[in-house]
């Protein structure tokens, strides 16, 4: 007498293990909740009780059923749309088609199934699982529900996980849902499997040899007691229904095996139903807590990306940036994207080197813990740079394709002011630079085109505000602001609600209910032209726009003003994009722009002109006109981009450093720090030395963003140390002085004493381990590099380490990379210089005297009364945004060293209240770059047939 083998009481089993892994996981991430999504086309009544069969258990332990239903008039591509849908809600962990389709349309249900995502085809039933389980990638299958439940029936009831090994296994039956992948399943198991069909000859002889038989036929009672070999288990997979011959009382279920016939010989029978029935559910409940747990967590868990990386052929001597770049070429961005956990549905493709990536991802990945973070700084450089940039890009290629860590590259997006000036782009270089550099430098999606815009249009929004109440009375000013429906109502709109309620009127949906004193208030901003702060930008160095007179068109009626254009990487706009922490955020932050103030002192805001909405619409959806191409979209959404080596970039904001904070957005740093792990890094840079750009990182950027920093890498070069340590003066476009090209020690000593030692000093009063790069240059000799590396770690470095990244890619950065992630597990206590709370005259002091080693500042009249104005509106809880020379610690850039016994002289005081800072201007900065005799457009060509650019550096 064969023993009974309950589905009933293993499927309990299989369902109690698996509630017991969701609570676990609750334990540790509350919001898990497994979610099954059944689609149901029509409304047959035994997919109605199957499909509440499966919700039923879904519930009861703790997973969640989602039942779409659809009509049966659905079309197969309308059925496709909704399995794409599901395939991109990240809620979902599984999917299933409940067969057959109830459906008045033909539907290739096989296409329609293979539709669903791999990840969650939680029936393991898409072409990709069938085939993976052909070919006995048992790893990286979804098992079919039925076949696996058959398979654990066989292990539980004999005890043994491997029994099936060996052994003569029979399936009849070679349907796509169970015969057939039952036989793979068990075959890679160890059985030797035998599938019998319809057109089998002599079936029941191959039934008598089988240790386990399967039968999935569909045919009540077929196979018969002398059929099965004795002591064999059996596998009855067939629901045969035979409809109740008196009313009211249930159908009969038979199987496809003659159960009483069979149960005197087998050793082991399913019975039916009560047999495999339950284990399908059970297995597809568990199918789909396994996908929740591999889609949600699983990668995360192990740590690892599957990246491809790329492996550079490296030239000596070092070929030029541009022709090291047209070397490599990239990955497709959509390839990378997969690689590194970015779903398709996340990616906006700007051609297929380059796509910007939806913020959603914070929101799908909000559970995992954040990477480590680290900034890249420098010593105050000389005119060439120091190579920041490319030590950033070649840190990253150490640390990912030759450490095989997680890690993200987080820059600017270059201005052309300095692309087409004399500085070049910011892609790195050598061996180290994001590409397609030409596509990174030129333009790359747009984004500071679309902040070009919005700052102008405000420009505009501002004279042509001031024009218009100069040119209307009151009556006339308020009712072209609110002008009437064809109801006779004056609608008001959200922004100009907002005016109200900042007026202290009481809000109202009609404008004819405002009384005519407060219809005045509402309509007149009265700007006084004097305070206005707001300048026109394009992304152009021009000297003959520092100053300029507008107004003066016939048409404008003598209403003329002085102001000036800024480079829009100096713009408010840009800043804020730099800074913004969300889309709802970044509406916030222009909304609160001070522009001016008016008459009576009082601030005037980009929310009061009535253009808020306008602005962050403008850059969400900027349009180029050229050949009526949707050029950018999403301003927001930072763009994707690879290193030389294949690791991922993200490019977002250029705000420069010296005139602005100087590093790429918030977003960008928070989506890479998600997306690389807890165990992984992201490396992000901060423009010019690290008096200026790593001080606003520590002071406004993490202040902002709340994340703190694990690692400092200060950028060091033996040339910079020189001219420091008191060599002559370094100027871009001419050659270097002999002091430069040979060894001089004395020279690098005295540099080391006071610039390096500064900027370490500087850097450990933020609490953080501070690594020094020296950057090695063709030119440097081992006692010069031995010398800063001694130095470095005298003066407080935790390490100092020798790079070659340019010239060796990541290869040649792999020493820096071990002492970045040594540092980064090195104890930090990270501290901000100042309280928010302090007097902005003694924020603007305590940077003078402790990042610049001033004596003091020196208010000018203006600045003073800059700084009681802001200080009167309420904005004195502000960070500092020093814009001074890069050049030198001081105001003037040809002190180098680190000077010591001067007052920093403070000309003027700006507010970015939407970007959140207060920006003294020492000295004599501009906001506006000029061109210099030769500026690099004079090498930049393209081919017309090839339309290949040349001449970027």
């Given at each position: 007498?064969a023993?009974?083998i309950?589905?009933l009481?293993y499927?309990k089993?299989v ?13 540790q ?7 099954l ?6 409304d047959?009544s035994?997919?109605?009780v ?13 997973a969640?059923g989602r039942?779409v239903?659809l009509?049966?008039?659905i ?5 496709e ?10 809620t ?8 057959p389709?109830?459906?008045s ?12 995502d ?7 039933l898409?072409?990709e699982?069938?085939?993976r ?10 098992f079919p ?16 996980p ?6 003569q296994v ?14 793979a ?10 599938i019998c069909?319809?057109r089998?000859k ?10 386990v ?8 009672n077929?196979?018969k007691g002398?059929w ?5 288990i059996?596998?009855d997979?067939?629901?045969n ?16 095996v003659?159960?009483?016939a ?7 029978i399913?019975?039916v ?9 059970a ?16 990668e995360?868990k192990?740590g690892?990306?599957?990246?491809s ?11 030029s940036?541009i022709?090291?770049s ?14 590194i956990?970015?779903k ?5 493709l700007?051609?297929?080197?380059k ?9 799908r ?21 120091e ?5 950033t ?5 150490a640390?990912?394709?030759?450490l095989?860590?997680?890690v ?16 070049g ?7 180290s630079?994001?590409i397609p550099?030409?596509e990174f430098?030129?333009h ?11 700052n102008?249009?405000?420009a505009?929004a501002?004279?042509a505000?001031m ?24 609608v ?22 405002l ?29 003959f726009l ?7 068109g ?7 003003r ?6 829009t ?6 800043a ?10 970044m509406?916030d932050r ?16 980009a929310?009061?002109?009535g ?5 962050a ?20 959404r ?7 080596e ?7 904001a250029g ?9 790429s957005?918030?977003?960008?740093d928070r ?13 992000t840079e ?31 070069t033996v ?6 340590g ?7 476009g001419?050659?270097?002085?002999h ?15 006071s ?15 501070v ?17 800063v ?5 005298a ?28 540092a980064?597990?090195?104890k930090s206590?990270?501290?901000f ?6 007097a902005?005259d003694k ?5 003078a005297k402790e ?7 020196e208010?000018?009249?203006i600045?003073q ?5 802001y200080?009167?509106q309420g ?8 814009a001074k020379?890069?050049?030198?610690l001081?105001?003037d850039?040809t ?16 507010a970015?209240?939407?970007a ?13 770059p000029?061109?210099n005799t030769?500026?690099c457009?004079y090498?930049i060509?393209?081919d ?10």
């Open positions: 007498m023993k009974l309950s589905g009481e499927s089993k369902l109690t293990e698996v509630a017991g892994g969701i609570a676990h996981v609750k334990e991430q509350p919001d898990f909740c497994p979610c999504a059944i689609v149901q086309v029509g047959r035994d997919s109605n199957y499909i509440g069969a499966k919700l039923k258990k879904a519930a009861e332990i703790g969640q039942l239903k009509p049966s008039t079309s197969q591509a309308e059925l749309k909704q399995i794409d849908a599901l395939n991109e809600d990240d979902v962990d599984g999917i299933i088609v409940q067969l389709l109830d459906c349309n033909e539907i290739d249900a096989d296409e329609v199934i293979d539709r669903i791999r990840l969650k085809d939680v029936d393991g898409t072409r699982n069938a085939g389980l052909a070919r006995g990638e048992l790893s990286s299958t979804v529900c039925t076949p696996h439940g058959c398979l654990y029936l066989v292990q539980q009831a004999t005890g043994d491997n029994y099936v090994s060996g052994k029979v399936v009849l039956g070679r349907s796509k849902i169970v015969g057939s992948p039952a036989a399943l068990f075959m890679w198991h160890q059985a030797t499997t035998t069909h319809s089998t002599n079936i029941e002889e191959h039934c008598r040899r089988a240790d038989l399967i039968v999935a036929i569909g045919k009540k077929f196979v002398d099965i070999k004795p002591g064999a059996v596998i997979c067939g629901i229904v035979e409809p109740s011959s008196e009313p009211g009382k249930k159908n009969k279920l038979f199987g496809d003659d159960f009483d069979a149960k005197e010989v087998a050793g082991f399913t019975p139903p009560g047999g495999v029935g339950p284990m399908t559910v297995m597809l409940i568990k199918n789909t807590y396994e996908q929740a747990i591999k889609r949600r967590y699983g995360r192990l690892e990306w599957k990246l990386y790329l492996k550079p052929i490296l030239v000596k001597p070092v070929p940036d022709a090291v047209r070397s490599q070429p990239p990955k497709d961005i959509q390839l990378l994207a997969r690689e956990g970015i398709k549905s996340e990616l906006d700007y051609g297929d080197k796509a910007k990536v939806s913020l959603k991802v914070l929101d990945l909000s559970h995992v813990k954040d990477g480590k973070y680290v900034v890249v700084a420098g010593i105050t450089p000389t005119p060439l740079g190579g920041k940039s490319t030590t890009i070649g840190l990253v290629q640390i990912g394709a030759h095989k860590k997680n993200f590259a987080c820059v600017r997006q270059p201005s052309q002011g300095p692309t087409f000036g004399i500085k782009g910011a892609a790195g270089g050598g061996y630079q994001v550099m030409e430098n030129l790359l999606t747009g984004d500071i085109h679309a902040i070009t815009a919005a102008n249009l405000l505009a501002i004279d505000r024009f218009h109440e100069n040119t209307q009375k009151d009556d006339a000013l308020f009712n072209r602001l609110c002008p009437q429906n064809k109801q006779g109502v004056r008001l709109s959200a922004v100009q609600k907002r005016r109200l309620a900042r007026l202290g009127i009481n809000v109202v949906d009609d404008g004819n209910l009384s005519e004193e407060e219809r005045t208030r509402f309509a007149r901003l009265n700007i006084d032209p004097a305070t206005i702060t707001w300048n026109r930008v394009m992304d152009t160095n021009d000297r520092r100053a300029i007179e507008i107004g003066l016939p048409q404008e009626k003598g209403h003329t002085k102001t000036q254009f800024d480079i990487v100096a713009s408010e706009i840009m804020i994009l730099a800074l913004t922490t969300s889309l709802e955020d509406r222009l909304g609160k722009i001070v522009i001016g103030s008016d008459k009576n002192g009082q601030p005037v805001t929310d009061d002109i253009i808020t909405d306008a602005l619409a403008k850059l969400k959806y900027s349009l180029y006109n050229g050949y009526s191409q949707v050029l950018m979209r999403d301003t927001v930072p763009n994707l981009m690879q290193t030389l294949g690791t991922p970039v993200f490019v977002h705000p420069f450093a010296n005139i602005a904070h100087g590093q957005s918030i977003l960008a989506l890479a720090l998600k997306l690389v792990g807890p165990e992984g890094f992201v490396i901060a423009g010019f030395g690290a008096d200026i750009g790593m001080e606003k990182f520590f002071d406004i950027k993490c202040r902002y963003s709340r994340l703190q920093p694990h690692a400092v890498v200060l950028v060091a040339r910079a140390l020189k001219m420091h008191g060599g002559p003066a370094v100027v871009a001419a050659p270097l002085k002091e430069y090209l040979e060894e001089n020690l004395g020279l690098v000593e005295g540099g080391c004493d610039n390096l030692r500064k900027q370490i000093e500087n850097a450990n009063k933020f609490g953080v381990p690594v020094v790069c020296v950057n090695r240059f063709a030119t440097d000799t081992v006692a010069e590099i031995e010398l590396v001694k130095k470095a770690k003066h407080g470095a935790l390490h100092a380490v020798v790079s070659e990244h340019w010239s060796d890619g990541g290869e040649g950065a792999i020493a820096l990379a071990e002492a970045v992630i040594d980064c597990n090195a206590n990270f501290r210089l100042y309280p928010m709370e302090m902005l924020k603007i002091e305590t940077i990042i610049y080693g001033a004596d003091g500042i208010l000018s009249e600045a009364k800059k700084i009681e104005t200080t009167r904005f004195s809880a502000l960070p500092i945004c020093m020379t890069h050049l030198s001081s105001s850039p002190k180098k060293g680190a000077p010591t016994g001067f007052t920093l002289p403070i000309r003027d005081v700006r970015s209240i939407g959140g800072f207060i920006y003294p201007l020492v000295g004599e900065m501009t906001t506006m000029g061109l030769r500026p457009f090498d060509t393209i017309p047939q090839t339309e290949q650019i040349d001449g970027l550096f």
